[in-house]
């Protein structure tokens, strides 16, 4: 090694490589950094859901590829009686089971807010049923509604109180709140232990001013609590119409639809119509027939439960 | 139809194998024609794949997988077996035929080949010899494996679903047997009723047990889905007459009927709750292997469901109907296959394993020594011989198969048994389903 040979020190800075001046390009690196989340959402959401919606204007059956027949599927389902009773079932059913669901849940974070011996323990039994897989719950329910079978009905023949069995899911109206009645036990829990959540995170000090004010308990419920909790109330109360609407583990556990079709959600009758049925066409109309329903619904609770007068009181613009 | 299996009934199964492979004397009775065997030059170096619907009876998988591994070593081939659930079955196939991929024989149910009849091979040669050699294909065979003049698969074997009742119940009503006629039935489901020992019959959304019901109805009464060239003729007076004897009948039901699926009846049977209804052998064979529940069985009789105004029994049973892949690399093998497996040396020992649960497309096999072991099976032999299937009386077509698993039928009759329509309205609602599934496309 001669010293003779120094290094030529040079003004500018090296010019970078071609792979790093592209790694450098904002434009780029966002394509690049995207890339992976835009390919699984086409692949899982996008994808799916277009050939779903491509499919509801075609004849497609499990047989063999359909074509292209416009909207005569939903002509069809217009005026078919059975996929109506299911439109009208849907919405019944979420409407009531819902309402249940909020009343009662509301109710249970309210008591589950106080202090309580052993409130852990009790807090933890409470989702219970929202953790059981809903498949288990259901043939739980499907027992209790057999209609050979029902220990209710078995309890309240030993006890007198009716001579035969009690029919649960025999005759179209009893089998739909039979229904609805097991939704409500599902989904308390959820709302329930989301809406205690809420419950924690009033301050005391306004409780405390409340009082100080010689506010009577409705009304520091009506006043405070209840304003205080609306972020939260429409957010779960979202997704709950959003999962009760779509709901099909229950209703195709207990009834498949039945007694005579007055039980079919649209998602069961999608199901039944599309797969057991074959007619994939006439099964995704019947589902994309939901999505107008479920947007309405996130639309209501988005812009009606989550404006501001509600959460702030009347007079806060 | 439950799927019941008890050790006890594997151990005891598992020894009737072992009987059937050592003792070749009860396969001597089968008899043969002379019939030449179609050219199949196997493939060189053939690997075969097959799905099949899971066994009722351990040594029914037990026997197929033998027989399947026997064609394998003499031909120097692979053949590989797999057994999935009931339910998935259509769906398999399904996305096997619209994908080109996948097993190259599948044994579907029913109709089910019919869906995918431009993707399958033809099995014509196959079924001549086989029906020549075996006394020819019963009529339950001809209807599910032929398309037009040919074969497009080969049932193997079908499940039937008689009267089931007990023989104890039906004496203290002043009954011997389960009458032939529909007044006679009637009688006897309001003599059942009135010692509050009551029949029941599925009308809820059950595949199996409801539509065999409601195909009895109709078609016992003379009605039917389709005509013989394929129309909608579900809103006849026949119709109409069954819906209204069904109105008389379901009073007699025991609570719940409208309710109930595949599994109902015969959670009912066996609880002592009714006294008649109409299943598979399997629950025949669930009680008999239950030590608590064993004198019901042996209280037990079936036999055939009321003929009603016709000359054959109003029944379809549930077939076994294999199909051979146009995707297949080895369509020989796979048709040598199907053949080996019918033949008697591999067949009987098959149909002797299932004790019963499957009754032979061939006429030769009604020789079998599976008739003759307990008397109260015999009523399965001949289920083949209805010449009745789903979507009765056209040709089988997509829609047959859609308004069998759509229950346009059943629940046409529940509509009427449960007074939420009159006969006249659900015959035309039927009606009315029944043309969107067999609109011509």
């Known amino acids: 090694m001669s010293a003779t040979t120094a290094p030529v020190w040079t003004k500018t800075r090296q010019q970078p490589g071609a792979l790093a001046r592209l790694f450098d390009n904002k434009a780029f690196l966002i394509i690049v950094c995207l890339a992976p989340a835009v390919g699984l959402l086409m692949t899982f959401l996008t994808y799916p859901l277009g050939l779903g919606i491509w499919l509801a204007f075609t004849d497609t059956t499990i047989g063999r590829p359909g074509i292209w027949v416009g909207i005569e599927n939903f002509e069809f389902l217009m005026e078919d009686p059975i996929f109506l009773n299911s439109v009208f079932y849907s919405v019944f059913y979420t409407a009531v089971a819902t309402f249940g669901k909020f009343g009662l849940g509301l109710w249970l974070a309210l008591l589950l807010n106080q202090h309580l011996p052993m409130k852990s323990l009790l807090r933890a039994i409470i989702l219970l049923p929202w953790i059981v897989p809903t498949v288990l719950s259901a043939i739980a329910f499907w027992w209790i509604y057999d209609p050979q079978f029902s220990i209710i009905s078995y309890l309240s023949m030993k006890m007198g109180l009716t001579e035969g069995p009690i029919d649960f899911i025999n005759t179209a109206w009893p089998a739909r709140w039979s229904l609805i009645f097991a939704n409500i036990w599902r989904g308390i829990p959820f709302v329930a232990i989301s809406l205690l959540a809420g419950l924690q995170t009033i301050s005391p000090s306004l409780y405390e001013a409340a009082l100080l004010d010689g506010a009577t308990p409705w009304q520091r419920f009506r006043h405070i609590t209840f304003p205080m909790l609306m972020p939260i109330l429409a957010i779960v109360m979202t997704f709950s119409i959003i999962f009760t609407f779509t709901d099909f583990q229950l209703v195709y556990a207990i009834t498949r639809g039945g007694p005579v079709n007055s039980t079919h959600l649209m998602a069961t009758l999608a199901f039944q119509r599309g797969i057991p049925g074959g007619q994939l066409g006439e099964g995704a109309a019947i589902a994309v027939a939901m999505i107008p329903f479920l947007v309405f619904a996130t639309l209501f609770s988005y812009f009606g439960l989550a404006r501001r007068k509600w959460q702030q009181g009347e007079s806060n613009d | ?441």
């Open chain 2, 1 to 441: 139809m439950a799927n019941l299996i008890t050790r006890r009934e594997t151990i005891a199964a598992a020894g009737a194998v072992a009987a059937a492979a050592t003792g070749g004397a009860a396969q001597a009775q089968i008899a043969t024609q002379p019939a030449t065997a179609p050219n199949l030059p196997i493939e060189r170096g053939a690997t075969l794949r097959m799905l099949r619907p899971v066994r009722f009876v351990q040594p029914d998988e037990d026997v197929w997988r033998a027989n399947c591994q026997r064609f394998a070593q003499a031909n120097g081939i692979e053949v590989r077996v797999d057994f999935v659930g009931w339910e998935d079955i259509t769906q398999q196939t399904a996305v096997t035929a619209n994908t080109g991929a996948g097993p190259d024989i599948i044994v579907g149910f029913d109709a089910g080949p019919h869906l995918f009849a431009e993707k399958i091979h033809d099995l014509t040669d196959v079924a001549t010899y086989l029906g020549q050699k075996y006394g020819g294909w019963r009529p339950l065979a001809n209807a599910y494996g032929r398309r037009g003049d040919r074969w497009i698969s080969l049932p193997f074997g079908a499940s039937g679903g008689p009267a089931i009742w007990r023989t104890s119940t039906l004496r203290e009503a002043g009954f011997e047997s389960v009458p032939d006629d529909h007044a006679g039935f009637l009688r006897l489901c309001q003599a059942l009723k009135r010692i509050n020992k009551p029949a029941g019959f599925a009308l809820g959304n059950a595949v199996g047990d409801g539509n065999a019901f409601a195909n009895w109805l109709v078609w016992s009464f003379g009605g039917s889905l389709t005509d013989e060239q394929g129309a909608v003729s579900i809103n006849s007076p026949q119709t109409v007459a069954a819906l209204n004897y069904l109105r008389e009948l379901y009073q007699t039901f025991v609570p719940g009927t409208l309710a109930w699926g595949d599994i109902s009846n015969n959670r009912a049977y066996a609880a002592g709750e009714c006294h008649l209804t109409q299943n598979g052998v399997s629950l025949y064979f669930s009680m008999l292997n239950d030590p608590a529940l064993r004198h019901i069985a042996e209280d037990t009789q079936m036999t055939p469901m009321p003929k009603g105004t016709l000359n054959a029994v109003p029944n379809a049973g549930l077939t076994l109907n294999a199909m051979v892949f146009r995707h297949s690399r080895f369509p020989n093998a796979a048709k040598a296959l199907l053949t080996f497996l019918m033949e008697t040396e591999q067949y009987d020992p098959w149909l002797q394993a299932n004790i019963g649960y499957w009754s032979q497309p061939l006429n030769a096999y009604a020789a079998s020594a599976t008739w003759t072991k307990d008397p109260k099976i015999s009523v399965f032999r001949d289920t083949m011989n209805n010449p009745f299937w789903n979507g009765y009386k056209g040709p089988i077509v997509e829609g047959s198969v859609a308004a069998t698993a759509d229950y346009v039928m059943v629940q046409m009759c529940a509509a009427v048994a449960s007074g939420q329509a009159t006969p006249q309205a659900a015959a035309a609602e039927a009606e009315r389903r029944a043309q969107r599934y067999f609109r011509r496309r």
